[in-house]
């Protein structure tokens, strides 16, 4: 663990964070409050979203900071089902003295790998990072010295789910999400089921424009005056999954394909290492393909 | 009343907004919370902020829908009196149903009023606005036509005194908050007085850099790479009071103080008329000279 | 003509805009500005592109005051044809004494039509407006007052050829270009063909996200977080044109399609003022179905 | 030297950047490109700007492919020097095949460092990384493995004229162009005589706001709405130097100290890469301190 989530770690031994998605009702915040106050707990941040106050959908993110939180924890999740079962909540308790533990898929670039590695160990990324994971052995000296596996599990067409299976064997108890950091390859619907709205990827345009392969030759085609780059969990339709972060940098006539490529190196791995920081913080909820981010 | 407001109006015509700034403690998420549900009150935004959760302050904007909230409105601020004695809570109850009603100041310049109209009469800015008050004559054109009385009321030197008190006889009980919108005369002490962090002025550079006249030439002079503008509260000490909101634009050598100018006013216009959509919707909090702004 | 224009207009009489496209090869630029400097031009700005330096297309365009050029114009641009020949250009020489008429094509909104009037009357906008034509009646007050002819021209699904040559017959010999600000009918092929890269539109995403009918629906069913505008001149196929200029700006899952489309207002108008601005200054070369913008 | 840089250098053998400054009058354009294409020179990029076309500056910069430019170099100088003194030109005559050796000066932060190292690598910067000196050891090990030397020189109150001697030595006739990245010292007088226009320093806001010490905790204090860094030429004016490039980031009230100076390393990482970048390519032309950025 480095010494900066160490510090962070010591810092807040008891803190936690509720999240909630249910209908929309009157009582809610007052029902939820009232438990935590009662247990003792002093709110720090409270986030709350209605996708419409009449009939709509209620989301909330409350962190706080509660006495003796790990070792009253299961304690606390059994008494909250009574509030949770009452207005047909799904919800969950993160635990931050639980930092996840993150997984990076790459292939052989390696910007967003090392914008991730940078800013974990600069403490801004909260979390660890359990392992790299990559087809090719491109990054591997890239990531030797940071004290972090690095495994090559080449994928080739043929020999793909075998691959897969490997990738899942290596994962299964050792990391809580996936980020593929410019990973190049498509991963298949039976992998993806084992990691629902738990695998992050970065895609090098501004969905929905230029889906697919070749997002900086699409652009230059086009002659957009913006590109941009999205980070979206992933489903099994293709760049289609729920977005998370985006964001775009001007370009013009002066920029050739490589000068596009180029820039948005530097705005993939800012939006992708934003939307990573966010879910290691529970700071999203996904609902019907689309994200409510408490940023 | 334009019809955008009247809309907006008989759409929410329940609708409240409580702001609250207290020493942080355990326990006023919850007791809010508690006393708006047990009065039939659904919540439909709440913000939150602590400036430390160890000592610090706690401010909070609940935005709820309450059955006949005007007529029950002075029952229930008063039986919210224990909450906040409890709580030693500065606090205000803002009806949605009334309107805050703005007076812009202005002198030859048109553009931030002119946002500030259409804005109105799109439906962007929920407010009434009462009167445009003018030291020159070059503006009432203008405002001709948008059926808002327009005041003439040169300030000369000498008579400055005699002419503001002549501006506050004619605000009296007829205004909530005063905008310059590029008002080129300095307001005196006195005048403040009378509306505390109820004077939102634009300044056009990027504060405090190019504090006091002409900032676009010291700018220019400075060799500045972005040129900005500054919503803010008057307060005595001149471009000094609490920041609402400020943003900036991209210019460079190619640009003469001239194109800072026109630049200048598109940024200036925009930035205005966000701090007073905020503002009028009670979405600004001060506190030592600075804002809570639940955007 | 507005006063501001005229002061522009006073301010430099004798400016011309060279614009050039041809494929590239060495002594272009010395051919030119060698023709220039020897008729008495004074080069105040030039700006210059290479699609690329082997074999590729350059692209230039020189703005200069040579004395007297309104009148000695026809024997410059005679005496031209040698260069031009020389290095088989594409070019034309616009005299700024001769600003460009604007037609602008409305239906019910009038964010962006009252940007056009603002930034005109601010000077900002260097060209003259001709006239407003509209299917609707809507904003005909918003046009009264200043001193613009309003044609109101109805288009059904039975008469739109009529009524496209009535549009044609209203143009001829008044307008250089038509803007749609918001003019929600497609033009006909055969109107197109009349105005080729004479056309421009303000579409409300970010293209080629959400082409066609209700961008900002589309967007928020995809959850994006970013909505944009784009301005392109009009072609055959629908949202497919040379992209102008572009920009966005941040959105999240609170805004509602009504949120969208009001914050998507402002970027509208300001997207595509600057458009038509770089137009009228003789700004844009297109090529291929792309942009080059010296801006 | 680094593959990127090597295969930028095989690719543009015979690429010159010619910078010229000097009084506005016509001809200029015309006398320098001719002079290049009778030597056969192409010209792949040309920027010009005038301060004021009557009596005001010109600057430009022209980037040009000539076969064996570097063996000729000497002779095209000497040639030039008719056309310069006619025109009573500043000009220098920079060789791409002979990149820049950039210094990088450090404390204890490595985010600049790590930034600059990155796009080196990348084949962004291109230049030469000739070492890293630095006062303290924190980033000793953060160098190695890149192959670049690291000096350690500390800097005492007592010694410090001594260590800025020792500087001295170790940069003459090794480096180009020093880059202050998070240098927590300030350079004395004399050093700075030794390189005028060639040391880049970075000032962790947007200046002029915020000059000298602790500038994120100004701006927390002031409660600014956008937080931002500056990129320098450092003259004898603390933070008063010649503006390379700015940016901003916005915040808010939720955002402590840390927060700030966590969000300002992203700004400041990439505005100080973006100046060291055009320093290197010799986009920057000084004059009153100014910068006239070619970008």
Redesign the interface.
């Known amino acids: 663990m480095n010494p900066s989530l160490q510090r962070y770690l010591a810092q807040y031994p008891h803190r936690g964070r509720l999240l909630i998605s249910c209908p929309d ?6 029902a939820v ?2 438990f ?2 009662e247990r ?11 996708s419409d ?1 009449e009939g709509g959908l209620f ?1 909330m993110r409350i962190e706080f ?1 509660l006495p003796d939180l790990v070792q009253r924890g299961p304690e606390i999740e059994q008494e909250f089902r009574a509030v949770s079962q009452r207005f047909s909540m799904d919800w969950r308790l993160a635990y931050a003295s639980q930092p996840k533990r993150i997984a990076i898929f790459v292939s052989k670039e390696e ?1 967003c790998l ?1 914008e991730l590695l ?1 800013r974990w160990r ?1 403490g ?1 990324l909260r979390a660890e990072i359990a392992t790299v994971v990559s087809n090719h052995l491109d990054l591997q000296e890239t990531v030797a ?1 940071w004290d972090i596996p690095f495994h090559h599990l080449p994928v080739t067409p043929e020999r793909k789910a075998e691959a897969e299976q490997a990738q899942l064997a290596l994962l299964a108890g050792r990391a809580d999400v996936v980020v593929l950091a410019r990973y190049m390859q498509i991963l298949s619907s039976d992998f993806l089921q084992h990691w629902p709205n738990r695998i992050i990827n970065i895609h090098h345009s ?5 889906v697919g392969a070749r997002p900086y030759n699409q652009a230059h085609q ?5 590109i ?1 780059a999205t980070a979206h969990y992933v489903t099994e339709e293709l760049d289609a999954g ?7 940098q001007r370009v ?3 920029h050739s394909i490589e000068d596009l490529k ?1 820039i948005g ?2 705005i993939e791995r ?1 939006v992708l290492a934003r939307a990573v920081a966010w879910h290691v913080e529970d700071r999203i909820l996904v609902h019907q ?5 408490f ?1």
């Open positions: 009702r009157p009582g809610i915040v007052a409050s009232q935590l106050f003792g707990a002093n709110i720090v941040h409270s986030d709350q979203h209605s106050p989301f900071d910007h090392l940078w600069a801004d010295g501004f969905l929905p424009a230029f086009r002659g957009v005056k913006l941009g729920p977005i998370i972060e985006q964001d775009v013009d006539h002066r180029r190196r530097y800012v393909n689309k994200t409510v981010v940023a």
